[in-house]
């Protein structure tokens, strides 16, 4: 799945993000919010790619996709639908790096995201969870 939005790309995660993806999973808001997934080495975060992530786009399509910078193609977060065995319909999630919040980033990811779930996929619903005390 490819997308562009006004301001970002949104790509397919490779093997070669994994030190994109040890700062995000390592962030204070990751662990806050989602929780310690134990990436604790860029090594882990590969394997993390591999195992989990990349399972998705073949075993379903879905997954978690990089949000990069039209400007100079620098990650800065992660959006995506989930399937979870637990939900009827495909959860929408994201995550960006700390310094990339409040700039509207997560908003315009998710709304195209959320389009090309709409208009591609021909989701009719489409859930998403969000612990109470994340007031953003």
Not at 1 to 20: H, N, P, Q, S
Not at 55 to 62: A, D, H, N, R, W
Not at 95 to 123: H, V, W
Not at 124 to 134: G, Q, V
Request: with cysteine.
């Amino acid at each position: 799945m490819y997308l562009e939005t006004e301001r970002l790309f949104v790509g397919d995660l490779k093997i070669e993000d994994a030190g994109f993806i040890f700062d995000l999973m390592n962030a204070p808001e990751w662990i806050s919010f989602i929780g310690d997934k134990g990436i604790n080495s860029i090594e882990k975060a590969g394997k993390h790619i591999n195992e989990s992530l990349l399972k998705g786009y073949t075993e379903s399509g879905l997954g978690m996709r990089k949000v990069c910078l039209k400007t100079n193609n620098q990650p800065i977060g992660i959006c995506g639908f989930l399937q979870r065995d637990y939900l009827e319909h495909p959860d929408i999630g994201f995550a960006f790096l700390p310094k990339f919040a409040r700039q509207g980033y997560a908003y315009e990811t998710t709304k195209s995201i959320m389009e090309y779930g709409r208009d591609q996929l021909k989701f009719k619903k489409i859930f998403a969870i969000c612990l109470e005390t994340n007031t953003r």
